[in-house]
């Protein structure tokens, strides 16, 4: 699937270049300390774990309780999870193993 028109342009472009740029762990944390305030990293790494519990079958009531995510936020994760663009597809298949 062909990159968004609305997201694609020189700035983003190198952005995308330099988190594919980065080696481990610990380069990622380092850069994305950087480059996000830590609200802005906490929320995305909430986001992710919220996919993660839907993919898994949880229901709102446990994924509230878990992450605190408001069901405003679990709605939109859910409806990207299932009319995205796949990437949160790719990374939570990466992840659990299922895919290389």
């Not at 028109?5 to 700035?11: T, W």
């Not at 270049?17 to 762990?25: D, G, T």
């Not at 790494?45 to 839907?54: D, G, K, S, T, Y």
């Not at 605190?68 to 299932?82: D, E, F, M, N, P």
Request: aromatic share 8%; net charge negative; charged share 30%.
């Amino acid at each position: 699937m062909a990159a968004n028109p609305k997201l694609k342009d020189e700035a983003t472009d190198q952005l995308v270049r330099s988190i594919l740029s980065l080696k481990n762990e610990e380069e990622c944390y380092q850069f994305f300390e950087d480059i996000c305030t830590i609200s802005e990293l906490k929320s995305m790494a909430q986001r992710l774990e919220v996919a993660h519990m839907l993919k898994h079958g949880h229901i709102y009531d446990d994924i509230v309780a878990k992450t605190g995510a408001s069901t405003a936020t679990i709605s939109r994760v859910k409806r990207c999870l299932y009319y995205g663009a796949d990437g949160y597809k790719i990374v939570l298949a990466r992840l659990d193993g299922e895919m290389d």
